[in-house]
């Protein structure tokens, strides 16, 4: 039978719910404000009974971890929503992604507690995998040269800002980094409001300490997972909920 959650919205808030979804193939060249408007479409194709704001011009209540930047690709994104009803998880997944184009997917629709921060505030770390393009490897050794950069006790940069220029340690924000046989780096990154590290920015730290030139568009860079953190420990943004 069929799950329904709902709640009578004059004694109670609306349900927080939390969307895992993938983005991939050409819709990686879609931008953070056309993946807003994207699924704001969606969520009223699929007929989902989300809440809006009050005012003058309501809008969806609905709000997105960490902005994924143009030309990645992602298995690991998130966005909050608030609705007044919901069917169960496997339904609402069913009913979301027949309305989904080609190159998005959503892995999974979690209930939240009704105290639970949105996934913006609580976002700590995310996973990403790295490549090279093909025939922009450097000449050199990759592995070896990358595990001796890594095993630096400090990796410094010069990071930009629209504003200005500063010299940083981002050691501490590499929480885990490696590379397999293929050549291919696996990356644990600090990423929210307080610290926020990109791979590229790890990338050009490399080919810095390696003495190679980090050619542009050379490097294929996919976001695995976000993190929240909770009692000192990273995991993933979907744990906080369960399956309605």
Do not use: W
């Not at 690709?73 to 169960?88: K, N």
């Amino acid at each position: 039978m069929q799950a329904v959650v709902q709640q009578d919205l004059e004694e109670v808030c609306a349900l927080k719910i939390r969307i895992k979804f993938a983005k991939n193939g050409s819709m990686k060249f879609i931008g953070h404000l056309d993946i807003m408007r994207y699924f704001q479409k969606v969520m009223r194709r699929a007929e989902v009974d989300i809440a809006y704001s009050e005012g003058f011009s309501p809008h969806q209540i609905m709000s997105f971890a960490a902005p994924l930047g143009v030309g990645l690709t992602s298995r690991g994104e998130y966005l909050d929503i608030e609705v007044h009803s919901t069917d169960s998880s496997a339904e609402m997944l069913k009913r979301i992604n027949d309305t989904m184009v080609e190159g998005m997917e959503v892995l999974s629709y979690r209930l939240l507690p009704d105290s639970s921060k949105n996934a913006m505030s609580l976002v700590a770390g995310a996973d990403y995998v790295v490549k090279f393009r093909d025939g922009y490897e450097p000449d050199i050794d990759i592995r070896e040269k990358f595990n001796e950069f890594i095993k630096q006790s400090s990796i410094e940069i010069l990071k930009k800002t629209k504003k200005s220029e500063m010299l940083v340690d981002i050691r501490p924000m590499i929480y885990k980094a490696y590379i397999d046989d293929d050549n291919t780096f696996f990356m644990k990154l600090a990423t929210g409001s307080a610290n926020n590290l990109k791979p590229e920015l790890v990338m050009q730290a490399f080919s810095d300490y390696a003495d190679f030139e980090l050619k542009e568009f050379s490097l294929i860079v996919e976001r695995l997972e976000i993190y929240g953190m909770l009692e000192d420990k990273l995991i993933p943004l979907e744990d906080f909920g369960e399956d309605t």
